[in-house]
């Protein structure tokens, strides 16, 4: 297996080893506004996406690319990761390649993640400072302060600007509130959840911007090593403005509203696109719809290159409706897409040759027939989720009777963790007591 040239670290004390998303790139890039001032000619970015290879993202092999690094760097370097997950799968050897770099240089890994921070959680590993957030606006903070501290304040604003990108770009809303409070401190603003769904289309140019094929760039005189490593640089040197309007003259991108003018809802669930995205735009489009309407479920279909006999499917679940929902919706999802396939086989609306394995909900369907395919998907999400409701309801009215019976709220949460079965019988009765009054 080939890996990365990192002969160019080498001779740069300083290396940044962002992740390959928007907000990896804008937190590799607020790091690097941070320590521009020990000079470019000392400045190494590793950033780089392969799916099949060393790479620094936790979609391909970042053990491998943390071995390779190790083999380039000596006790005057200093490694700070951004936004680096581990890798599913093999979490254990990526947390060993890391232990064996920091034998060699000091590391600073700061990160979100969620599986991160329950790997983390309590350990230390020698020369690793660990920055572990709990929000995606929060591992900003770093490079924010270091610049503040030194006055610098046209870097702190630029900076504040990549964080907020990096918060809208994960749709971590959660982080809203720690920004509000940065903000204040430093006299900045920060845009209000209703205008960040309302231009969530300029996230969305910049997000196809960094990701095009041609990536934009900036000059420099730091190493760049790896396909997105241009990236970092480009949102260091380039003011979020510029970075805004470049991004939507290069790839025009319609604002939520406009998008949602051509969208139906479906049992209060589902929002539908009812024409095609375009091509390989349709995670894009879905986006733009999440950010436009407050239904937990979007379905978006867009075609596939090179292949005109059938479109693809997609459902997601609405990232701007809050953490829990969207993992309950991603779990309805899941469970849902194999029978939902097994009836557009029925119907005829797929076929067995066009089935792959894909991530999330996914279903190729006859192009000829994506009208009839698209209204059966957002037909039997909608019925599925109101299903899950109506039994969310059950379940609860069970627990609140049983929280009568035993007044100690904890002891009532014992007792019906005890008698499972009961509450779940009891849901059931509920269920069809609610059945009987319709």
């Not at 998303?21 to 790091?31: F, P």
């Not at 590793?46 to 690094?69: C, N, Y």
Request: aromatic share 6%; hydrophobic share 50%; glycine share 4%.
């Amino acid at each position: 297996m080939g890996g990365l040239d990192l002969t160019p670290v080498k001779t740069r004390p300083v290396v940044i080893v962002s992740d390959t998303d928007l907000h990896g790139v804008s937190l590799g890039a607020a790091l690097y506004k941070a320590v521009e001032p020990m000079g470019e000619e000392n400045i190494a970015v590793v950033s780089h996406f392969d799916p099949k290879g060393p790479a620094t993202t936790a979609r391909g092999d970042l053990p491998a690319l943390l071995r390779q690094l190790a083999g380039n760097v000596t006790e005057q370097h200093t490694v700070y990761f951004a936004d680096v997950p581990l890798k599913i799968g093999a979490e254990q050897e990526t947390v060993t390649a890391l232990a064996e770099l920091a034998k060699k240089a000091r590391v600073v890994y700061i990160d979100h993640h969620i599986e991160v921070l329950k790997h983390f959680a309590g350990k230390q590993i020698p020369r690793v400072d660990f920055r572990i957030y709990a929000d995606a606006f929060s591992t900003y903070l770093p490079a924010l302060m270091s610049v503040v501290i030194a006055g610098r304040d046209a870097d702190a604003r630029h900076i504040f600007d990549l964080a907020v990108l990096g918060l809208v770009a994960d749709v971590d809303l959660a982080a809203l509130p720690v920004a509000q409070q940065v903000a204040a401190a430093l006299g900045f603003e920060v845009p209000t959840l209703e205008q960040i769904r309302q231009n969530y289309h300029v996230v969305a140019a910049i997000d196809a911007m960094v990701k095009s094929p041609q990536k934009p760039n900036a000059e420099t005189d730091a190493a760049l090593v790896g396909n997105m490593a241009s990236v970092v640089a480009y949102l260091a040197k380039k003011p979020l403005s510029e970075v805004a309007s470049e991004a939507l003259q290069k790839f025009p991108t319609p604002e939520p509203k406009e998008v949602a003018r051509d969208a139906e809802i479906v049992g209060d669930a589902v929002a539908v696109y009812k024409k095609l995205a375009p091509l390989g735009q349709g995670a894009k489009y879905a986006a733009l719809l999440e950010a436009a309407l407050d239904v937990p479920i979007v379905v978006v279909a867009a075609p596939v290159p090179r292949v005109q006999e059938y479109v693809v499917v997609m459902a997601f679940a609405n990232a701007f409706l809050g953490s829990k929902v969207t993992a309950e919706v991603s779990k309805l999802l899941s469970e849902a897409k194999e029978p939902i396939v097994k009836e557009l086989k029925e119907r005829k609306l797929t076929k067995d040759e066009w089935i792959r394995p894909t991530p999330g909900f996914s279903v190729p369907v006859d192009a000829s027939k994506v009208e009839e395919a698209l209204r059966l998907v957002a037909e039997r999400l909608a019925s599925l989720y109101a299903q899950k409701q109506r039994e969310k309801i059950a379940a609860q009215v069970a627990r609140e009777e049983l929280t009568v019976l035993v007044a100690d709220e904890k002891l009532a949460a014992s007792v019906a963790r005890i008698v499972e079965a009961a509450v779940n019988a009891a849901a059931q009765k509920v269920l069809e007591a609610l059945k009987e009054r319709r």
